[in-house]
């Protein structure tokens, strides 16, 4: 058994004195590891570090074998996206995301998503709405989407504010107003086609919104926890948020 395919590493660990099994998603295999004989050695190492994009030859005898991975750098992201708290929680919360789905399913419009917003997390600024979307995108190939295209009510495409936490579908505030309590907050930005940009405010009604889907069909039915690296990205979020209010205030 053998394919060729490029990749974005997901992670590493150790296998034995100097090897690794290394975790990719590929563009047309999906989540996806293998065994890279040497891949702790100084040669292999930056390579293999996560948010690289990467050309993979792999080899098996068996498909259902873990094989033999051979890795060679396309893309070297990995240093720069170190230099930010908020594009390595991002990019390791994207990867815990990515593990909700069956192992070396295709996924292809998934990769092209992850590689857009690994070229775009050292934008904090922009990372927030991107790891945003992407959680939508996760819970719309599990099977679990959400429909922000109209409301549920009245088929309106117009003033959707609200998601009805029943059916995972948009309200209009009109129609959601005797509900308003118990609806969750639907972000302008996330309604197709509004061209609007996220700020600190509306970022975390999105991440209230998809977080509580995902405990609700994913976490809570599979007995999982949500990822720390999720909390973590949040947090390193609100610290960039809070100096940047901070910055403009003594310009103020």
Same mark, same amino acid.
């Given at each position: 058994?053998?394919?060729?395919?490029?990749?974005?590493?997901? =992670?590493?660990?150790?296998? =034995?004195?100097?090897? @690794?099994? $290394?975790? *990719?998603?590929?563009?047309?295999?999906?989540?996806?590891?293998?065994?890279?004989?040497?891949?702790?050695?100084?040669?292999?190492?930056?390579?293999?570090?996560?948010?690289?994009?990467?050309?993979?030859?792999?080899?098996?005898?068996?498909? +259902?074998?873990?094989?033999?991975?051979?890795?060679?750098?396309?893309?070297?992201?990995? @240093?720069?996206?170190?230099?930010?708290?908020?594009?390595?929680?991002? $990019?390791?919360?994207?990867?815990?995301?990515?593990?909700?789905?069956?192992?070396? /399913?295709?996924?292809?419009?998934?990769? +092209?998503?992850?590689? *857009?917003?690994?070229?775009?997390?050292? /934008?904090?600024?922009?990372?927030?709405?991107? *790891?945003?979307?992407?959680?939508?995108?996760?819970?719309?190939?599990? =099977?679990?989407?959400?429909?922000?295209?109209?409301?549920?009510?009245?088929?309106?495409?117009? /003033?959707?504010?609200?998601?009805?936490?029943?059916?995972?579908?948009?309200?209009?505030? +009109?129609?959601?107003?005797?509900?308003?309590?118990?609806?969750?907050?639907?972000?302008?930005?996330?309604?197709?086609?509004?061209?609007?940009?996220?700020?600190?405010?509306?970022?975390?009604?999105?991440?209230?919104?998809?977080?509580?889907?995902?405990?609700?069909? *994913?976490?809570?039915?599979?007995?999982?926890?949500?990822?720390?690296?999720?909390? =973590?990205?949040?947090?390193? $979020?609100?610290?960039?948020?809070? @100096?940047?209010?901070?910055?403009?205030?003594?310009?103020?």
């Amino acid at each position: 058994m053998e394919w060729r395919d490029e990749g974005i590493v997901l =992670g590493t660990r150790k296998h =034995g004195e100097t090897s @690794a099994i $290394l975790e *990719v998603m590929t563009r047309a295999h999906g989540r996806h590891l293998g065994l890279v004989r040497g891949g702790r050695s100084r040669r292999q190492q930056p390579v293999l570090q996560p948010g690289n994009r990467v050309d993979l030859l792999w080899r098996a005898r068996l498909d +259902e074998h873990l094989g033999i991975f051979q890795a060679e750098a396309i893309e070297m992201n990995a @240093a720069r996206l170190m230099d930010s708290a908020v594009a390595v929680y991002g $990019l390791q919360t994207m990867a815990a995301h990515l593990r909700l789905l069956p192992e070396r /399913d295709a996924h292809g419009g998934l990769y +092209e998503a992850l590689a *857009v917003m690994i070229s775009h997390l050292g /934008d904090a600024d922009a990372a927030g709405e991107l *790891v945003a979307r992407f959680e939508l995108l996760i819970l719309d190939e599990l =099977g679990f989407g959400l429909d922000l295209s109209q409301c549920a009510a009245t088929g309106t495409r117009q /003033d959707l504010a609200y998601v009805s936490p029943k059916s995972g579908r948009a309200v209009s505030r +009109e129609a959601g107003a005797a509900w308003h309590d118990k609806m969750l907050a639907l972000p302008a930005f996330l309604q197709r086609g509004s061209g609007l940009r996220a700020d600190a405010a509306s970022l975390e009604d999105a991440f209230r919104l998809s977080g509580f889907f995902f405990t609700r069909h *994913v976490y809570e039915p599979r007995g999982l926890e949500p990822p720390d690296a999720r909390a =973590g990205f949040l947090a390193a $979020l609100r610290r960039h948020h809070a @100096a940047v209010k901070a910055i403009a205030g003594e310009a103020g």
